[in-house]
């Protein structure tokens, strides 16, 4: 069951507070950010502000003072008093802003990854048309599983997060219909490669780890696919990555 810290919705033109409302389902956008400790850090917050306004443009849906805007409730909505382990999520259609934060739970090593037969509209944007993968996480506990979503035979995203799959020491990532987050920009950087592909379900046996990584996630270890009988060989690269992690956490600045 998700625990909800708060939950504001406004209107654009006023920044009038509404009735709260999640915007599921609607034309528009969102992003998801952690934020952590006393005070407050949100990890990657210019990235996640920066990429939802290009999202905003692109479907049309932004206008004069948007991003002023939005950092405005951000502001208003964090308490500087607060310890916070919690994810932070901004949603934006046409005529409204929510915010809402909820507790963020640590995936758990023994973790299994479910394949369900869905790619997302538009996959390369974080848009909200998102009312299936939530039906199947609302019966999920999210600490031990995720959903991962295949099309055509092929695994492209997980329903919260983006896959790599490594195999003799080289990471991989799907090619297309993804929307490649700010997390997975991070380890890019990070790494020396990121090989995109395609990775056709039946080809899952011959990776070593398959790792999520995401705002929510972070780096976890997926230890089961149990359809196909797919286990964990390693850790290795879930410790290099969640290392890179830690140390980003460590360096990123108090929110202000």
């Not at 998700?2 to 504001?8: D, E, G, H, I």
Request: glycine residues 4%; positive net charge; proline residues 2%.
């Amino acid at each position: 069951m998700v625990t909800y810290l708060l939950k504001k919705s406004y209107q654009h033109k006023t920044l009038k507070e509404i009735n709260f409302k999640d915007l599921w389902g609607d034309k528009g956008v969102f992003t998801t950010m952690r934020i952590l400790g006393k005070p407050a850090k949100i990890i990657f917050f210019n990235s996640h502000i920066k990429n939802l306004v290009k999202s905003l443009k692109i479907y049309h849906l932004d206008r004069v003072n948007i991003q002023k805007d939005i950092l405005k409730l951000i502001r208003m909505n964090i308490d500087k008093s607060k310890s916070y382990n919690h994810l932070l999520r901004v949603a934006v259609n046409k005529k409204i802003i929510s915010v809402s934060l909820r507790d963020r739970k640590a995936p758990k090593l023994k973790f299994n990854l479910k394949l369900i037969n869905h790619k997302r509209i538009d996959p390369e944007l974080k848009n909200l048309k998102y009312k299936l993968i939530l039906k199947y996480l609302s019966k999920m506990d999210n600490t031990t599983s995720d959903v991962g979503l295949c099309f055509e035979k092929k695994i492209l995203e997980s329903g919260t997060s983006n896959i790599l799959f490594i195999k003799e020491d080289v990471v991989y990532s799907p090619l297309k219909s993804i929307y490649k987050g700010v997390t997975y920009s991070f380890f890019k950087k990070k790494l020396s490669e990121i090989i995109s592909k395609e990775i056709p379900v039946k080809s899952l046996n011959d990776y070593d780890e398959i790792l999520l990584i995401g705002s929510g996630k972070a780096v976890t270890s997926v230890e089961t696919i149990k359809e196909i009988n797919w286990k964990r060989k390693s850790l290795r690269y879930y410790k290099i990555l969640s290392n890179f992690y830690k140390k980003e956490i460590l360096k990123c600045p108090v929110y202000r």
